[in-house]
Every structure is written in C-alpha cells, then in structure tokens.
C-alpha cells in the first residue's frame, strides 16, 4: 500500500508574510520535520524556505512539490519557531524572514540552474549555429551541465544568448537542482579542539556575587522567570560577575547566553573568558566566515559549548539547557536590527526568557529609559549596585565655544583649552584621544554666491570631502565624484567647505604639535572585518601621542589608557532630528567619562560645545543619571513620546516621487480608518532621508498606547497589501523604531 501524501507549510525568506504549501514528493518523505530547511519553487524561481506547518489536509488547489530538504545546513527546534512566530507577530515582519536572521548565513545560492538535452529532438538538429553545436555536443556526453561547467567543455563564455535560443526552440531543457551546504566539523579552533577539560571551577562559585546579586541567583536555582535591571557599576566589573555566574551555571549542567552589543567587545572578554571556561565557550558574531559561524552554531546546539557569548542575532542560539539571559550594556542602539525584519535583541531576549521560564539580567551605567522606567513601575527588578573600586571619577570640562568665536572671526577646530590640555599630556608622556562624529576632510560643500550646496544626485545627503585620491563621496550610496572648480548651479567660484572630519582634525592636530604622534581611526582606514588591533596596540604601547577619529575607537580603549578624552562636537551629535538624540548623546558621554582600565578611569574628559547649559551636557558634567532621567521622562510624557507611547515608523519608497507619495497617502487613508482614538499619526511626509540610491522615501509615523498599536496597524498594512497602490513601491514597517532620521 502506497505511503498516504503529505503535505508541509513552508515560510519563505522573502518580502512575503504569506505561508506557502507544498507536496512532499516519496523520495524527501522521510527526511521533512518541522523547522528543517528546503528549496521550494516560488512563481518562476527557486527559494529557502522553513517547514513552520504540517496540515493533514491539503489546500484545494493544485500543490507544487518541495525540490529538495537541505539537511546538512542549521534547522530551528520547536522553541526557536514558536520564539520567530512571536518575534515576527510583533514587529509586523515575514516569518520566514525573522526565520533566516536567526539562523546563521548559509551559502550564497540554494540551488543552480543546470540543462539537458530535450528527448524531443534526439538527434542532431542540421541548423545550430557552431557555438550551439558544441553545447550540444557537450550535453551529449555528459548531462546535465551547469553554465559553468558548459563553459569551461566548449571553450567559451557568454553562452546566454545560445541557451536561451535552444530552449525556445525545444531543444534545451532547464532545471534547478539544489546545492547542499558541505557537512562541516563539529570542532572548530584551537578553543574547541580537543575534548573539553575538566573545568577549574572557582573554590566557591558565586563567591564574589554582591548581595543585591542573590535574586538572580535564586532565579537561576529555581529555576523561574524574572526580568533584572542591573545598574551602576562598570563595564569590567560586570563582567568578573558574568563569570560567576556562569561558573553556577555549569556547576549544575546548565549554560549561559551573554550578548554583548559589538563585535569588539567579544574580541576583547574572548582571551578572559576562554582561559576560564575553556571548551565549554563559543563565540557568535558577524566578523566570523560562514563556515565559522555554522560550526559555533552546532556546538551551541549539540550541547558542547555551554557558554554562548555573541551579538545581537546570538538572541536565537539554540542552546538546549539555557539557564540564563545575560544583556551587557542593554542601552546600546546595536542591538536592533534596523535592515529587514526590525527585531530588537532586548525584546527577543525577554520573550525567550519568558518562554523557557528562567531569568534575564539586562545591565547597564546608564540604563535605557524604556528599562528604567519599567524598572521604577515594577516590571523588572531593579537592582542598584554601588562600584565596589570607584577610584577617582573623571574630570568633565565643558568648553564654551561661543566665547572662541568671540576671540576671533572663526571658532578653532581645536579651542584654547583643548590645545593646552593636549600640550599637558604631551609634556607629560601621556597619550590623549580626540573624537568628531564624522568621517571625511570637510562634511559638505557650499557656494557662498547662491547658497547651492552639493548634493548626491542619488541621495538627499550633501557630499563629503575627503583627501587622499577619493575625492566628494556620498557616505550613503558610495558614489564618488571630483570636486568641482565652478559652483554647478551658478558657476561661481567661492566654494566654502563646511563641517570639519576626521581626516582634517588629524591635520590639523599634526600642525599644531609637529613633534606628536598621531594616527587615525575611522571606517575609512579600518573596515569593519579587519579591524584595528595593530593600531591599538601600538596605541597601547605608547607608540602614539594622539589618537584621531570616531565612536569606533571607544570600546577599544582599554588597549592604552588615555589620561585625555575630548569630544571635538557635541553639538552634531545632540541637535540631530531624532527624540532619542538626548539619549544617546548622554550614554556616550558617560562611557566616556566611566571607560577605564582597572579602577583609573581618564583623568579628564573635554566637550567642547555651543550650549554648554543643556540639561544633557550638566547631568554629564554632575555623572548624574538620575538627573537626566527626570529631565528627560518628563519630556517624553509631555510628547507622548516612547516608553509612554509605543511608536511604529512606516517608510514607502518609489522609482518617482509622485509614486511613493500617492501610496503613501493611500497608507495614511486605511490607518485612519483602522485607527483606535487613542492612536495618533503624523505624517505622510518625506522622510528625512527622502532620496537614497535612487529612490524617493515618504514616511507615516503611527503611535499608539503600548500593546496597542500592533493589531490596527497590522490589519491597515493588510489592507495595503491587496490594494492597488502597493504595486510598484518598496514598503518597511519598523516598529519601536531606535532612530528617526
């Protein structure tokens, strides 16, 4: 008796939040089970999907057939599905599209393309052309071929025009057959090499827990649910606790999860970590190869690695004895996912937590003001926690800059204070580190005769100046022009460069201390995946004097202790377009002023701005979070402003910008009639951004009463879909956007 047909729900990776179902074929009938990955096709092409679903009962309609079960590669568990379909209800995302930001990158394509001779024409058809008849001729004796293995069997290459004449002509067939992801070592590095040793645990595990820390052990021993805010102590403070309490951990057989918000920061507690832990640890980033980050994958999963410490994605580990959630710095803007589906590691975090019942310890100096303000309404537990070796606290200078520009024409890069605090730490053979939020020589250029400022003819971001050979560069699309002689619009000649970089501080501090060391540190010099460690070292060495460049060298610090950190411009940084400028403005400032190495944070830190009597810039100046709090919360009430109201950021995109425009007017038509009272929407309006590579960007801001505004949002974006104004416009749903502009 044949095996009764069965049938599977299969979310795909792409822009679709729409289930697909597909006949299982006898041959794959054995190897499907929920959360395993398959190639499916989908209209004319071939796609990854996820099994989420297997219904006894076929939909009415005629079923295509999955093509093939990529075994080899990672799968979801049924936690992993459920804790996707939640993640994906409440970011208004594609389920399989939440799906394949979980698990780690697979090769670049499922499958390729192959032909074969039709057995329609048998024989050698008298009117191919020479170039077909060897294709021909090589499919005769070997079939079915790829492109590139017809290519390399006639000598040629461009067959495209070839292929697709014999298909059309019956001659030629082609098919798509997967490619399988090669089975990998379940061991990797030296960390994992060879068996796990037996594992130093510490004389008393726990030992060096401070008090307010036992509700987070008692959670673990349990185990139960509770969400911990811990607050107040520094970052390497922190982490001896972290290794406490994963010593706890593995004393009673169960592991860990820490996410870190940057790559550099797994770098960096690695070779600590590693020595204590070794062979029970493994590390998840998106500096690693793919192959790389497979293999620590199924470590994790096979129950190797016990200790998980990894980024933002790390959130959807499959460990399978989790014991605990750590979240390091939870304030970081990092961990949310702002390309495609718009998860934020916190909430991924707490679900997770929830969902295996054990607990979660978010920490943070400077707490996020949703955390915190749940913290204070009893959501989270909070516990405060007193730096156990606080030395000596930073010195936070503030320079007014409206008294430089009163001392002459133009304000200096670098005002009076900062050269003399710089000259201090040079005599003293200490090194100094200067940061300006912008990369590049000069940020924009401006005709002093029309006011005609230089543009991206693709983007609505004005060029950047930059030396060395690169020319005017957009920072968003990556185009690159020659700087002009003549003003483009009015052919004038006086042509103003505005807003110092990165690369113009590093000049100008060569010509104002030629005896000085001094390097820089961008995105520029050092990409993202090859780092700047040998900088640092040398840095840390005491090769440099004078370290030059953006926020990326923060965390890095610890490599050489500076004695002075300035900040060029607060000002940039506090007056962007975005209600959250505030915040992260004062984080920044705070890390700065509490980085350390040890218990000696820097001796001084330097801001140089225009409103030196901003309330973020004093409670900076005080190291006082509170005082910012209060300040701050009572202005987010006020504008019914996150955590008060929950706010969602609906951006639509066109080729033309009466296109994105009319559908986003359209948007705006269905949210307001699917809009509760309570629900408020501003907009449609171009986006700050309204022009990138090309295409033109309206956005609809929507905001709602927490838990509220996700279900008429969802059913007015449904509504969309189906309409006529959908066809022919990108469109991007972020809920609790992290940034506006």
């Known amino acids: 008796m044949a ?18 179902s597909y006949k299982v074929p006898p041959s794959l009938q054995d190897e499907i089970s929920l959360g395993k990955c398959v190639l499916v096709p989908l209209g004319r092409r071939f796609v990854i999907g996820y099994i989420v679903g297997m219904p006894g009962e076929p939909p009415a309609i ?198 870190v918000p940057e790559i550099g920061l797994t770098a960096s507690f690695r070779e600590e970590v590693d020595a204590l832990l070794r062979g029970r640890v493994a590390f998840l980033h998106s500096g690693l190869s793919r192959a790389e980050r497979e293999r620590q994958w199924r470590r994790i999963r096979e129950g190797e690695a016990l200790i998980a410490i990894g980024t933002r994605s790390a959130a959807f580990t499959p460990h399978p004895r989790l014991g605990l959630i750590l979240l390091d710095d939870e304030q970081d803007p990092s961990y949310k996912q702002e390309e495609g589906p718009g998860y934020h590691a916190r909430e991924v975090a707490l679900a997770r937590a929830q969902m295996l019942n054990i607990p979660l310890l978010l920490a943070s100096a400077t707490p996020s003001l949703e955390s915190f303000y749940k913290a204070q309404r009893g959501e989270y537990r909070l516990l405060s926690v007193p730096d156990s070796a606080p030395g000596e606290l930073s010195r936070v200078s503030l320079v007014d800059m409206r008294e430089e520009a009163r001392e002459g024409n133009r304000p200096p890069l670098l005002s009076s204070a900062l050269q003399a605090a710089i000259g201090q730490r040079l005599a003293a053979s200490e090194k100094s580190v200067l940061l300006i939020n912008r990369r590049g020589y000069f940020a924009h250029l401006l005709c002093r005769e029309c006011g005609f400022r230089l543009q991206c003819p693709r983007c609505s971001v004005p060029f950047v100046l930059h030396r060395g050979g690169r020319g005017l560069v957009c920072h968003q699309c990556g185009r690159e022009e020659s700087p002009p ?67 990326m060298i923060l965390r890095a610090l610890p490599f050489g202790q500076p004695s002075l950190v300035a900040l060029l411009s607060a000002d940039n940084l506090l007056n962007l377009p975005d209600f959250r400028a505030g915040e992260r403005l004062f984080s920044l400032l705070m890390e700065m002023a509490q980085n350390r190495k040890g218990s000696h944070p820097y001796s001084e830190l330097l ?82 951004l309204y022009r990138r590579k090309g295409r033109f960007y309206w956005r609809l801001l929507v905001k709602g009463e927490q838990g509220r505004l996700v279900d008429p949002l969802g059913k007015a974006l449904d509504q969309f879909q189906d309409s006529a104004a959908r066809a022919g416009v990108g469109l991007r749903v972020d809920v609790d956007p992290i940034r506006l502009y």
């Open 62 to 259: 005629p079923l295509k057939e999955i093509q093939a079960v990529l075994g080899e590669g990672p799968s979801l568990d049924a936690h992993l599905l459920k804790l996707t379909r939640k993640i994906a209800d409440d970011c208004l995302a594609p389920w399989g599209a939440v799906i394949k930001s979980a698990l780690p990158p697979r090769s670049k394509t499922a499958g390729r393309w192959v032909f074969h001779l039709t057995r329609i024409v048998p024989d050698l058809p008298p009117s191919l052309l020479p170039l077909e008849k060897r294709i021909w001729e090589a499919l005769q004796a070997s079939s079915p071929l790829s492109v590139g293995q017809l290519q390399r069997r006639v000598g040629a290459e461009g067959l495209g025009a070839s292929l697709e004449g014999m298909q059309r002509k019956g001659w030629l067939a082609r098919e798509m057959v997967p490619v399988k992801a090669r089975r990998l070592p379940s061991r990797v590095d030296s960390l994992s090499s060879s068996a796990p040793e037996a594992l130093p645990l510490f004389p008393s595990p726990g030992r060096e827990l401070p008090p307010p820390l036992a509700p987070v052990r008692e959670a673990m021993e349990k185990p139960t649910h509770a969400t911990f805010l811990l607050f107040g102590p520094h970052r390497e403070q922190r982490r001896r606790w972290y290794l406490e309490l994963f010593q706890l951990l593995l004393q009673g057989g169960r592991g860990g999860l820490l996410l």
């Open 607 to 688: 801001i140089q701005t225009y409103y030196p009597g901003h309330y973020v810039l004093q409670a900076v100046q005080a190291q006082d979070y509170l005082l910012f709090y209060g300040r701050e919360i009572a202005s987010r009430e006020v504008l019914c402003l996150p955590p008060f109201f929950q706010l969602a950021q609906v951006e639509i995109s066109a080729t033309r910008e009466d296109g994105a425009k009319r559908a986003a007017m359209a948007l705006a038509s269905l949210l307001q009639a699917q809009a509760p009272p309570s629900q408020l929407l501003d907009g449609p309006a171009p986006s700050p």
């Open 3 to 20: 095996d009764p047909e069965r049938y599977v729900e299969v979310a795909v990776g792409a822009a679709t939040d729409k289930l697909f």
């Open 485 to 551: 002689d003549r003003c483009p619009n009015c052919r004038g000649v006086i042509i103003l460069y505005l807003g110092p970089g990165t690369q113009q501080v590093e000049e100008e501090v060569k010509r104002l201390f030629p005896g000085a060391r001094v390097a820089r540190m961008d995105s520029d010099v050092f990409p993202l995946r090859t780092g700047p460690q040998a900088l640092l070292q040398r840095f840390g060495r005491g090769d440099l004097d004078i370290l030059v460049g953006t926020q």
